[in-house]
């Protein structure tokens, strides 16, 4: 990755250059607008102070306070619409990384787009029948032959929660109401990351978290994990601490889920921490939703305002790191290898 990274940012620099050049214009029309907006409410101020005889030696103390504070909101405000310039800029950072590392010029990044409810309904994983989906930040990319899609997901429910709350009469005597909060549950946060599969597969295949049922709290699980087939025993024992395998047909799952395979995925924790579903689905799909992992972070990762800060490099470096491990995953799985090219 390190070597992947110095070839990008050698690469990167021409264009790191007009991006900043872009942000500063940007910088500069928000610094003159938003000090002219000062030095209004400036006068402005001074102007109501004296109109209402507040110019005299006791009230200089607020005088000055008032300019200050009005100050201080100028440069908090020019602050955070930088910040937000900046972060809609990482949107270009982060597509340009995409197709450095995918070699896909027509890959693309929607922040504002998720995967369609459609292929989460298709991965028939969660059951949004009881729960709600919600998603953004969609990547698209053609990776070694294969089609890849990346976005954060969210799947979620409200739950009713009752409370009591206190109230009084008209003579101060206290009485109690129910009332009824809808509290959101979050059954999984994080990414969901699917490719093209060169050999068809003719039934799911499930792989939920062995400890998955801990994040539902007194609730029936089939309400929200909709997976099918019988639970299939395998060999690797490593694998079974991690993973219940299921799916309606054995012998393919066995067939997909080679010894090799296997260790394969559990190598996955090296590259992500957290929970994984793990769906090879009927057809020719792989998806794995990783828990706790959100490109939204990624964007959050703002270059700092001066081009010549050392963070540039660093945080550059820190958005790389991160989209270079979905491309990892593709590597780790070898999904591309003779177990699921399909030569017809």
Avoid: W
């Avoid at 103390?61 to 440069?75: E, H, K, M, Y």
């Avoid at 969609?138 to 799947?155: Q, R």
């Avoid at 579903?277 to 972070?297: A, Q, T």
Wanted: include cysteine.
């Amino acid at each position: 990755m390190e070597e992947k990274f110095s070839e990008f940012y050698e690469y990167y620099n021409d264009k790191l250059k007009d991006i900043y050049s872009k942000f500063n214009k940007i910088k500069k029309k928000v610094e003159a607008k938003y000090l002219i907006a000062m030095i209004i409410f400036i006068v402005l101020f001074l102007m109501a102070s004296y109109q209402l005889d507040l110019l005299i030696d006791n009230s200089f103390i607020f005088v000055i306070l008032g300019v200050t504070v009005i100050a201080i909101c100028v440069i908090v405000a020019i602050y955070i619409r930088l910040r937000k310039e900046m972060y809609n800029l990482n949107k270009y950072i982060i597509e340009d990384i995409i197709k450095f590392i995918s070699q896909d010029e027509s890959s693309i990044f929607e922040p504002n787009k998720r995967i369609s409810i459609e292929n989460i309904k298709d991965m028939e994983l969660f059951n949004l029948e009881n729960l709600q989906y919600n998603g953004k930040n969609a990547i698209g990319t053609d990776y070694n032959s294969n089609y890849m899609n990346f976005a954060d997901m969210e799947i979620y429910y409200y739950k009713d929660v009752l409370r009591e709350e206190t109230y009084y009469d008209s003579k101060g005597n206290p009485y109690t109401k129910k009332v009824i909060d809808k509290v959101k549950k979050t059954i999984f946060s994080g990414c969901y990351i699917s490719a093209t599969l060169n050999k068809r597969i003719a039934e799911h295949i499930y792989l939920i978290p062995n400890n998955f049922s801990d994040v539902i709290i007194n609730g029936a699980i089939k309400d929200y994990i909709t997976y099918s087939g019988e639970e299939i025993e395998l060999e690797n024992l490593e694998f079974s601490k991690k993973y219940k395998v299921y799916s309606d047909d054995e012998i393919q799952a066995r067939y997909i889920l080679s010894l090799a395979l296997m260790e394969k995925i559990n190598n996955i924790d090296e590259i992500f921490e957290g929970k994984k579903y793990i769906v090879f689905k009927e057809g020719r799909r792989f998806v794995i939703c990783l828990e706790g992992f959100k490109i939204e972070n990624l964007r959050k990762t703002l270059l700092p305002f001066n081009s010549k800060s050392s963070k540039v490099k660093e945080n550059i470096k820190y958005i790389f790191r991160n989209l270079y491990k979905f491309f990892e995953i593709y590597d780790v799985l070898d999904l591309g290898n003779d177990l699921y090219v399909d030569k017809n």
